[in-house]
């Protein structure tokens, strides 16, 4: 094609990079990569994509997360594509990620305690949140999660308290997270309260958007009184002879 003087284009790049992955060779794949900075083209975010998926599957992963963090634009596919790297290679990647200096990107991080986890090791799961300075719900959950598995309730119950501190809103899973490793923990007082604290965001939510957040605290200051004026009724029935 070159000595005919025609131009490649971005699919033929992709073509070619696609062919490489399959084939595993790597050094075909560093010589076309070469030429696509040449002609401008490792800016199209997809062929930056399919190196960073070639590099990754051929065992490159500092050259595949170079490309990942040269790229000025990506998207779900970019992520994807590193983030299954991380799950397959974690323990290398990971080593790359602190040695090449790069900040911890939050899809990257998940995946990681996710895989230190299953892998036995929860020191390392708990290096890699520490490590991080994003954080976002996913994070939390993961090592939630992680600590539930190892019956560390405590442990997971002191990640839930930080999580609230930090303003990050639980979702559903995170109470699914949190009462799985109390449970695990044999902690049943602390599964009660969670549970309430479950009930209570729900409620809040629903409530709070038709009377307002005011008058829904004042609902729960006056909930005792109303259950006592409701007891008293029931005393006060009379039985039917």
Request: some cysteine; overall charge positive; charged content about 25%.
């Amino acid at each position: 094609m070159m000595k005919m003087e025609l131009k490649p284009d971005f699919v033929t790049y992709m073509a070619l990079l696609s062919m490489y992955t399959q084939l595993m060779n790597v050094l075909h794949a560093k010589e076309l990569h070469c030429d696509i900075i040449k002609t401008g083209y490792d800016s199209t975010l997809a062929v930056g994509n399919a190196l960073v998926d070639v590099y990754a599957k051929c065992g490159k992963l500092e050259d595949s997360l170079n490309q990942f963090e040269n790229m000025k634009t990506r998207d779900i596919v970019t992520w994807n594509t590193i983030v299954a790297a991380s799950k397959r290679r974690g323990k290398e990647i990971h080593g790359c990620i602190l040695k090449l200096g790069f900040e911890l990107d939050v899809p990257i991080g998940n995946a990681l305690i996710e895989m230190y986890s299953k892998c036995g090791s929860l020191k390392n799961s708990v290096l890699v949140f520490k490590h991080m300075k994003t954080k976002d719900v996913v994070t939390w959950t993961a090592m939630i999660s992680a600590y539930g598995m190892y019956g560390e309730g405590r442990e997971a119950l002191k990640a839930f308290e930080e999580m609230d501190t930090a303003g990050i809103v639980p979702d559903h899973i995170v109470f699914v997270a949190i009462l799985y490793a109390c449970s695990h923990s044999g902690l049943v007082k602390e599964i009660r309260e969670v549970h309430i604290n479950f009930l209570l965001r729900r409620i809040f939510i629903l409530v709070s958007g038709t009377i307002g957040p005011y008058s829904f605290l004042c609902l729960l200051c006056d909930a005792p009184r109303f259950r006592w004026s409701g007891e008293m009724r029931r005393d006060r029935t009379p039985t039917a002879r």
